[in-house]
């Protein structure tokens, strides 16, 4: 309202608004909630997933992996997850807020995903990890699954019919 956005719709986790045919349902994710240090705690970190009348997207925003984000599965199945899958820097696994290329993978099985579309990398300079290395590492991963064929690693400004 400071800014002069007039119509918006707040939700709460498994609330849901249908607009112009979609259904956008709002969805738990593992991450910090807030901008600064002053506003700790006092937003909801979200993803989402919208349905039309004959596909679902979830797009999965920022999120640490959490067996328990396995649970939007019930809404699905998802012909497309974008999963992020960068910003995981020095931690080995279980970043509080980010996944790792392999927890990427794993989860986009815990969810029931069709093809996987990851993001969230080679585009923050607060990263520590190289450049090329989520894609690298997610590419492994699902080739080491079996996954790869449901996989599409985007170069910037590339786009996907579906």
């Not at 919208?50 to 809404?75: C, E, I, N, P, W």
């Not at 590419?139 to 170069?155: D, P, T």
Request: hydrophobic share 35%.
């Amino acid at each position: 309202e400071e800014r002069g956005v007039q119509d918006v719709v707040e939700m709460d986790w498994w609330q849901e608004q249908t607009f112009r045919g979609l259904t956008v349902v709002c969805t738990p994710v593992q991450h910090s909630s807030g901008r600064w240090l002053h506003d700790q705690n006092r937003r909801l970190w979200s993803s989402w997933v919208v349905q039309g009348r004959d596909r679902r997207v979830l797009f999965l925003g920022d999120t640490g992996y959490d067996a328990g984000l396995g649970d939007v599965k019930r809404l699905g199945p998802f012909d497309v997850v974008l999963m992020p899958v960068g910003g995981y820097s020095a931690f080995q696994r279980r970043h509080p807020n980010h996944v790792n290329p392999e927890e990427a993978v794993q989860l986009f099985e815990d969810v029931g995903g069709r093809l996987m579309v990851p993001m969230h990398w080679g585009t923050f300079d607060m990263n520590r990890e190289p450049i090329d290395e989520p894609p690298r590492r997610l590419r492994a991963e699902a080739l080491r699954r079996g996954l790869e064929e449901r996989v599409a690693i985007l170069s910037p400004g590339q786009t996907l019919g579906w």
